[in-house]
């Protein structure tokens, strides 16, 4: 097979990282996003977790036709028999069944023998695949398994319907060379391997999960497992978006494709970044902002005389919005309807017109519009539409000698309009108390963060926060060129993630 399948475990193990909470809304928005992007495999989530987790993979399975949607089952009949129900209604159904495989967890974690291991395993392939064909299985922790075990477990499940066999590093501890050999290895040692595929889940702790994958991809692994920009469990996943460019930049040495359409990654990247809070470092390759960006004069040089002297990919391939146009207050309907299309978003008529409505407010207040400034204020746009409570007004005094003060009036459930005040130890203190007194749910801050958009004093101010309520941490975010309101707005988003979540959780 000279294609690698491209398997997201962004809603699965990306948002497992800590704090990349999402609700069922932000979580169908990123499904769809992959399916444009033309990812082969969907892993939506692992139904046992939660009521909320159940129903995203439900709603996501109904909605999203064209990639394989995948659930996430512990080797235990109940974790199984639920992610069999939830995927009842998707065009191209897989559930992925795991336990460990390395002595390291059976003894100290699952305290089992490999037999009894193994037996588990070859059941619980076998019980999903009373629910579907496509049987994904892991062998987890299979990094630091004894091979000639892993190579019986495969054989097993195989032999009992597992279609793709799957080889976690889960603790990020393999070698690129080792786990190489370990691929080939199974390939010269599992008799049946030829009906099933060989996949590989890396994970980053020493920061190798993508020369893993790629190690693993050249001795024969044929899927991949990954998250948009490498989010995940602890240092993270492989990066979705580095394996696929690399597999493509270097065509030469791997003679491998993929389905994906590359066009996508940049506005992919951003999304999950909004909606799950994490930022994409400056430096990360492909998507960081400074990815394409030649600071040296000797760099900048070569470019300008051909850019293929300091430049391997064109930023075009992966969709980064090619001109930096700018629109103002004259700019109207059409102008910004063009600019939308060119950075990739493709609204719905009533999103244009509240996008188009926020664009004209904050032309008001700010003389250039930059691509920067149309995808903050989109994704501002986008926060409030599956909002609980909504932030209507807000008056804030402050100073050196007078004491913060806050009014704020909100719109909550069933429309009504609530109001109260308060005072703070400073102003973002004052609101946030103003709205707790509103909306009553108690929550700690544990990250609070600002930066402005663009450069300039009529920049956007960005807001990013986390609390924490019950052990779970919800991100909020919110934009506005006052970073008071951005902090209210922020403080609103989290809140109303929080209540989502607990809504859908009943
Ligand atoms: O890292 C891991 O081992 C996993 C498995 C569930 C595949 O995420
Ligand atoms: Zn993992």
């Not at 962004?10 to 909470?21: P, Y």
């Not at 199984?80 to 967890?105: C, N, Q, T």
């Not at 004894?146 to 097993?156: G, K, R, S, T």
């Not at 050249?218 to 497992?225: D, F, L």
């Amino acid at each position: 097979m000279d294609r690698v399948i491209i398997f997201d475990t962004t809603l699965r193990d990306g948002e497992q990282a800590a704090g990349g909470t999402l609700n069922v809304k932000e979580k169908l928005d990123i499904a769809r996003a992959l399916e444009r992007l033309r990812v082969d495999v969907i892993e939506a989530g692992m139904p046992i977790n939660s009521q909320a987790e159940f129903e995203a993979v439900c709603q996501i399975a109904r909605e999203v036709r064209t990639p394989i949607i995948c659930a996430l089952a512990r080797a235990v009949a109940g974790d199984i028999d639920r992610a069999g129900e939830a995927l009842k209604g998707a065009a191209r159904p897989r559930i992925h069944v795991f336990i460990s495989s390395s002595d390291i967890h059976l003894a100290h974690q699952l305290r089992k023998s490999r037999l009894e291991i193994l037996e588990i395993a070859r059941s619980m392939v076998a019980r999903a695949k009373k629910y579907v064909d496509d049987v994904e299985f892991s062998p987890m922790d299979a990094s630091r398994s004894e091979p000639d075990y892993l190579y019986h477990i495969l054989e097993a499940v195989i032999d009992a319907g597992a279609t793709t066999v799957n080889i976690p590093d889960t603790v990020g501890y393999a070698i690129p060379a080792e786990f190489g050999k370990l691929i080939e290895g199974i390939l010269k040692n599992v008799p049946n391997i030829s009906r099933a595929v060989i996949s590989v889940h890396c994970h980053n702790d020493l920061g190798l999960a993508v020369a893993n994958s790629l190690e693993a991809v050249r001795h024969g692994a044929r899927q991949v497992e990954c998250t948009i920009n490498g989010i995940g469990e602890r240092a993270g996943n492989a990066s979705l978006e580095e394996v696929i460019m690399a597999i493509k930049t270097r065509h030469d040495l791997f003679d491998l494709t993929t389905n994906v359409d590359t066009t996508q990654i940049y506005r992919t990247s951003r999304l999950v970044s909004e909606l799950t809070g994490f930022p994409v470092q400056p430096n990360k390759a492909i998507v960081g902002a400074n990815a394409f960006v030649h600071q040296s004069g000797i760099h900048q040089d070569g470019v300008i005389k051909m850019p293929i002297t300091y430049e391997i990919i064109d930023p075009k391939t992966v969709g980064v919005p090619s001109s930096s146009l700018v629109l103002g207050k004259l700019s109207g309907r059409h102008a910004f309807k063009e600019r939308l299309a060119e950075l990739g978003y493709g609204l719905s008529e009533d999103d244009f017109e509240r996008a188009f409505g926020a664009f004209k407010l904050l032309a008001e207040k700010k003389k250039e519009i930059t691509d920067k400034d149309i995808e903050s204020l989109v994704a501002e746009e986008r926060r409030t539409i599956s909002e609980i409570y909504h932030l209507d007004r807000i008056q804030v005094t402050c100073g050196d000698r007078g004491i913060p003060t806050a009014a704020v009036r909100l719109t909550g459930p069933d429309g009504k309009i609530l109001a109260d005040a308060a005072l703070g130890t400073g102003p973002v203190d004052a609101v946030y108390k103003a709205i707790n007194r509103l909306v009553g749910v108690t929550n700690k801050l544990t990250e609070f963060s600002v930066k402005s958009v663009t450069e300039g004093i009529d920049a956007i101010g960005e807001v990013l926060i986390r609390i924490e309520s019950d052990g779970v941490t919800y991100t909020g975010r919110g934009a506005d060129t006052d970073v008071i309101v951005a902090s209210a707005k922020a403080y609103m988003n989290a809140l109303n993630r929080l209540l989502s979540v607990r809504k859908a959780s009943g």
